[in-house]
């Protein structure tokens, strides 16, 4: 049996079959490498789709990946 360090989860803490079903803010941030700030502005423009959850904001995977393929679309436009 092998055992894990106290300060590090096991390699296989969570299924793999299991995946976000939604992120928050500070997640979305992350994985755009922005600021939560200019998130949350993309929020409030509907550049960025979300939900409320709660009090809290939610934003699905899918809208995630709109928002990034609407940018590429926009980059290659400019880019002519």
Do not use: C
């Not at 998130?39 to 709660?54: D, N, P, Y």
């Not at 393929?69 to 290659?76: D, K």
């Amino acid at each position: 049996m092998r055992v894990e360090p106290a300060d590090q989860a096991p390699a296989t803490s969570m299924h793999p079959a299991l995946r976000p079903r939604w992120f928050t803010v500070r997640e979305v941030a992350q994985m755009l490498e922005f600021g939560e700030t200019k998130v949350r502005m993309l929020i409030i423009s509907g550049e960025l789709r979300s939900l409320k959850a709660g009090r809290a904001r939610r934003v699905l995977p899918e809208w995630v990946d709109e928002y990034v393929a609407r940018q590429v679309a926009r980059a290659e436009v400019d880019a002519r």
